[in-house]
């Protein structure tokens, strides 16, 4: 059962920071970017392409992967979700899926249907005894990266000026605009930051999980579930219910296997029941 749960946190460690970036772009920006996913892919697409055209290691795309794709986020906003953001937010959901069908064809079209393997680092090719049972060192490293991240982004957005800003404008948008703030100057970073979060889960997923053009779509309607779960716009929330539903999966898959596929969505449809805004969620109050 220990082993398992570790799986579960494993797996949330995912969950927990690709929720972690949708969270950021939904709060300032209202956008619910169906695209996450496929930033996701091309994350570990891209540390597969430049290790085999390159030969550059994880390690280094660990950094660089990233980087490029937060880069590639903010031009997309300038360029696109910028000038829809006036309009019905439909229709930027709708561009965002769309986007999403298009990464995954291009790279579909390039490199076929079939997974790619991508070695894990040698440094990391063994295991590590934790006591009661031995773990592979990689998915104890995944774990402790993703922890140390999703602390890191935590103490910036709580003990920083701007961290605070950026808190303030994703969660209280409106309230923030009326204290002066330009909330505007922040979007493109904070877009760009949330597509970087999932281009560094996609490389951290690389050396563990098939690396293939459907990689994306597979895992995005259970982050939905996730940050509806954690509350739309909560940060704190997205990345508790993201190592939560990461565990409950874990074991459910051990205890209920029957339900193991739809178990998260139920608990998503009780916490909705219990509370509309998610566990963390802010309640409106009616008008």
Known sequence: MLQQAFNGLVGGAFYALLALGLAVIFGMLGVVNFAHGAFYMLGAFGSYVVLDSFGVNFWAALVTVPVVLGLAGTLLERLFIRRL???????????????????????????????????????LSGTVDLGLFTYPAYQVFVLA??????????????RTRVGMIV??????????????????????????????????????????????????????ITVFAVVVIGGL????????AGFAIG?????????????SQTLVFILMAAVLLWRPAGLFGREESPS
């Open 233 to 240: 716009g909560s940060i704190f929330g997205s990345v508790a």
């Open 167 to 220: 808190r303030a404008a994703t969660e209280r948008p409106e309230l923030t605009r009326a204290l002066g703030i330009d909330v505007g100057r922040w979007v493109t970073p904070v877009f760009g930051f949330g597509v970087a979060l999932a281009g560094f889960a996609g490389v951290l997923a690389a050396p563990m999980r098939a690396v293939n053009p459907l990689m994306g779509s597979d895992l995005i």
């Open 247 to 259: 565990l409950v999966s874990a074991l459910g898959n051990l205890y209920v296997p029957a339900l």
């Open 85 to 123: 953001a006036p309009l019905d937010p439909l229709y930027n959901f709708l561009f965002t899926f769309g986007l999403a069908l298009i990464l995954q064809d291009l790279v579909k079209r390039e490199y076929g249907v079939q997974s790619r393997p991508y070695p894990r680092p040698e440094a």
């Open 145 to 158: 990266v993703s922890l140390v991240v999703c602390a890191a982004v935590w103490v910036v957005l709580t």
